[in-house]
């Protein structure tokens, strides 16, 4: 491993500490059922305002250059992803389930966004690779299925995290893919920022009409300076530095950096079932990330630089 690589995950590690208070401090936002507090939909594009507002300061401090227009696509995909995606579909569902049962469908995340990178940097997963992504979706949900009760139905709860998942695996791998020719920090930033027209009204639309407790402000200013901005400094710098296949399995660490987390800022407990599915599905990507994959890319030819149309 080269500096390069060390460094990379390193910068992922730090992205994945500040990622992992996110959905206890959401949680916090949120409320409960009993006792609701911010609705999701404010929260998720709410923190996007303030982190929009925050990335345009940036990028005039440090005099970034426009996207090119090759760029445009990607950034549109990355802020589908990381800035609509993954904020609204779990804020919505943190109001109905557990930080501490949701970190445990955070475990999909990793093998998810090496897939996501594979597949974009035209990389071939051997057989295992996807027996053990398999594996532990198929943990994810069995793990839902017995904490949803009524059956073999999943809550509506734990699909909307499953969603969010998804979302922020592509996120994450496009955004890694800008990071190679862009500055780490304006990828969220211009993601944040084409954004605004559409999450400033809604946020606006959906605010809190009534006075709320410090802690639902205190919470929503965590995910929105940091979840929503400051750690993707780090996350897609060291994605960028370190492959996106490599470095996403720092995110292993998650789901037990939020479980520990969500004990002492909202009371919660960890039974011995969650503890085993968080470990079980933790060792399928610890699995996955061993198994081969094959590069299919061939080399580029190396070109005179050209002046790109912006």
Same mark, same amino acid.
């Given at each position: 491993m080269n500096a390069a690589e060390r460094k990379g995950l390193w910068l992922g590690f730090i992205g994945v500490a500040i990622f992992a208070l996110t959905l206890p401090m959401t949680r916090m936002a949120v409320g409960t059922p009993d006792a609701p507090l911010?609705?999701?939909?404010?929260?998720?594009?709410?923190?996007?305002?303030?982190?929009?507002?925050? &990335?345009?300061?940036? /990028?005039? $401090?440090?005099?970034?250059?426009?996207? =090119?227009? =090759?760029?445009?696509?990607?950034?549109?995909?990355?802020?589908?992803?990381?800035?609509?995606?993954?904020?609204?579909?779990?804020?919505? $569902?943190? =109001? !109905?389930?557990?930080?501490? !049962?949701?970190?445990?469908?955070?475990?999909?995340?990793?093998?998810?966004?090496?897939?996501?990178?594979?597949? /974009? !940097?035209?990389?071939?997963? &051997?057989?295992?690779?996807?027996?053990?992504?398999?594996?532990?979706?198929?943990?994810?949900?069995?793990?839902?299925l017995l904490h949803a009760g009524g059956g073999l139905r999943l809550h509506l709860a734990d699909v909307l995290l499953l969603a969010a998942m998804a979302c922020a695996a592509v996120g994450y791998g496009y955004g890694a893919r800008l990071s190679e020719r862009m500055r780490a920090e304006h990828v969220i930033c211009w993601a944040l920022v084409i954004a605004l027209p559409l999450t400033l009204p809604f946020a606006i639309l959906t605010r809190p009409a009534a006075a709320l407790p410090a802690s639902a402000w205190g919470a929503f200013a965590y995910v929105a300076v940091f979840s929503m901005w400051i750690g993707f400094f780090a996350w897609y710098r060291g994605l960028a530095l370190g492959g996106t296949v490599r470095v996403s399995q720092v995110q292993l660490v998650q789901p037990f950096l939020s479980m520990l987390?969500?004990?002492?800022?909202?009371?919660?407990?960890?039974? /011995? /079932?969650?503890?085993?599915?968080?470990?079980?599905?933790?060792?399928?990507?610890?699995?996955?990330? =061993?198994?081969?994959?094959?590069?299919?890319?061939?080399?580029?030819?190396?070109?005179?630089?050209?002046?790109?149309?912006?």
């Amino acid at each position: 491993m080269n500096a390069a690589e060390r460094k990379g995950l390193w910068l992922g590690f730090i992205g994945v500490a500040i990622f992992a208070l996110t959905l206890p401090m959401t949680r916090m936002a949120v409320g409960t059922p009993d006792a609701p507090l911010m609705s999701g939909v404010f929260v998720a594009l709410g923190r996007a305002v303030v982190a929009a507002v925050l &990335s345009a300061l940036f /990028l005039v $401090a440090t005099r970034a250059p426009l996207p =090119r227009r =090759r760029d445009w696509k990607p950034l549109a995909i990355t802020s589908a992803g990381v800035v609509f995606g993954f904020p609204l579909f779990t804020s919505v $569902a943190m =109001r !109905h389930v557990e930080a501490v !049962h949701a970190s445990v469908i955070v475990g999909v995340l990793p093998l998810a966004t090496a897939l996501v990178g594979a597949l /974009l !940097h035209r990389q071939r997963p &051997s057989a295992g690779f996807w027996l053990c992504a398999a594996l532990g979706s198929a943990l994810v949900v069995a793990f839902a299925l017995l904490h949803a009760g009524g059956g073999l139905r999943l809550h509506l709860a734990d699909v909307l995290l499953l969603a969010a998942m998804a979302c922020a695996a592509v996120g994450y791998g496009y955004g890694a893919r800008l990071s190679e020719r862009m500055r780490a920090e304006h990828v969220i930033c211009w993601a944040l920022v084409i954004a605004l027209p559409l999450t400033l009204p809604f946020a606006i639309l959906t605010r809190p009409a009534a006075a709320l407790p410090a802690s639902a402000w205190g919470a929503f200013a965590y995910v929105a300076v940091f979840s929503m901005w400051i750690g993707f400094f780090a996350w897609y710098r060291g994605l960028a530095l370190g492959g996106t296949v490599r470095v996403s399995q720092v995110q292993l660490v998650q789901p037990f950096l939020s479980m520990l987390c969500a004990v002492p800022l909202l009371g919660e407990r960890l039974d /011995l /079932l969650t503890v085993g599915f968080g470990l079980a599905v933790i060792a399928t990507v610890f699995a996955g990330k =061993r198994m081969p994959v094959r590069s299919t890319a061939r080399p580029a030819p190396v070109l005179t630089p050209a002046v790109e149309p912006r």
